[in-house]
Structure formats: C-alpha cells, structure tokens
T-cell receptor, first 112, second 116 residues
Framework: QKEVEQDPGPLSVPEGAIVSLNCTYS??????FMWYRQYSRKGPELLMY????GNKEDGRFTAQVDKSSKYISLFIRDSQPSDSATYLC????????????FGDGTTLTVKP | GAVVSQHPSRVICKSGTSVKIECRSL??????MFWYRQFPKQSLMLMAT?????????EQGVEKDKFLINHASLTLSTLTVTSAHPEDSSFYIC????????????FGPGTRLTVL
C-alpha cells in the first residue's frame, strides 16, 4: 500500500464549478502538507503549503488538513479553464528530513 | 515565492554522449536539492537527494555511476547523465529546499532529455 493515495481521475468539470481534490495518507509522522499544480511539460508549481491540521485559503484555493483522519483536500472555487492541470499532493515530516512523499496526481480539465 | 531555474530546458543528444543539467536556486540558499524523473502521464520519481558539500543519496534502483550529482554550492546542483541511451529519455526536474524543518520544496521548470 502506498503511503499517499490520490485518485488519478481524470476529473472533468464545467467552468465555474467547485472542484474537490483529495489525498489520504498512512504515515502519522507527516506534518507538512503541500499541493502542487503541474501543467503539461512544466515543473510543479507550489499552490498551498500548510502545517498540521486546519484550513488555509488563498484566493480561489482552500487547503484542508484533517490529521485525525489522515485526509487532505484542495478546493478550487469558480474553476477556470486555466486551472486545467495535474494536481499533486505532497507531504513530509521531520523524520524523513524534508523528503516529500507525493501522490500520483489528479488530472483536472475545466471545460469552458 | 522562491525561484528555481534549470538549464537547459530541452536537450537532444546522441546515444553514448553525456549530458549535464544545472539546477539553481535564484533567490535563496538551498541546503538540499532533489532530482526527479518523470515519464509521460506519470508522477514524479525521486532519483536522489543532494546536500551541499556532501555526496548525494540515491534512491533504490538508481545507478549512481550513471546519474552523477554534484551539489557544489548552496545555489547550484548538477545532474550529469553519463553515456546516455534512448531509455534515459525523460523529463528531469529538480527541486530545492531551504532550511529543513522550516521550508518546502520549490521546483524548477524541468529539462526534457531526448537521446537519439
């Protein structure tokens, strides 16, 4: 079983929809949680970075971490065609010296 | 946010030649840099972790003599693919991290290597 599980999709939504992307994990030592966005043939771009449980909002993006359930989410409000990309969750803890464990990524398409 | 650059962005080479890829942190000092490989429509595969001034730590199954990593300074790491073969063709991405325990990874734009 992988340490981080992420539904690969693909996920297709109409423009303006609310998108929910999720990851589950098994390692309780994870403390830092990230969401990256990767466009085709580009390097991943950091979207959100949260520490421990709670919510963090940045514009149309909201990241949620529930450590008790070992579950993290990224919500995208008012989705745009430019949000079409692959979204990767990642996480790490002090026990693995910053080496992140990544989900396999969810491919999102927002249709105009 | 922190900026990481990679050079070159694309490279095409003949089989048997060596290719060097540079990864630079432009506005912060990277104590740790990571090198990844990514095949089409697949996730990132960590190849190695490099810390400034010390030998890189390679993941299981990655040939250290094939993929030479040098982290010569706090802003520069290089990956050299030696005696490249067509099966080495891939998208290589580096990431950089500042002080461990206080920061996260910032990725470079990637280098697409094609070996003919």
């Amino acid at each position: 079983q992988k340490e981080v599980e992420q539904d690969p999709g693909p996920l297709s939504v109409p423009e303006g929809a609310i998108v929910s992307l999720n990851c589950t994990y098994s390692n309780s030592a994870f403390q830092y949680f990230m969401w990256y966005r990767q466009y085709s043939r580009k390097g991943p771009e950091l979207l959100m970075y949260t520490y421990s449980s709670g919510n963090k909002e940045d514009g149309r993006f909201t990241a949620q971490v529930d450590k008790s359930s070992k579950y993290i989410s990224l919500f995208i409000r008012d989705s745009q065609p430019s949000d079409s990309a692959t979204y990767l969750c990642a996480m790490w803890g002090r026990t693995n010296a910053g080496k992140s464990t990544f989900g396999d990524g969810t491919t999102l398409t927002v249709k105009p | 946010g922190a900026v990481v650059s990679q050079h070159p962005s694309r490279v095409i080479c003949k089989s048997g030649t060596s290719v060097k890829i540079e990864c630079r942190s432009l506005d912060f000092q990277a104590t740790t840099m990571f090198w990844y490989r990514q095949f089409p429509k697949q996730s990132l595969m960590l190849m190695a972790t490099s810390n400034e001034g010390s030998k890189a730590t390679y993941e299981q199954g990655v040939e250290k003599d094939k993929f030479l990593i040098n982290h010569a300074s706090l802003t520069l790491s290089t990956l050299t693919v030696t005696s490249a073969h067509p099966e080495d063709s891939s998208f290589y991405i580096c990431s950089a991290m500042g002080a461990v325990g206080t920061d996260t990874q910032y990725f470079g734009p990637g280098t697409r290597l094609t070996v003919l």
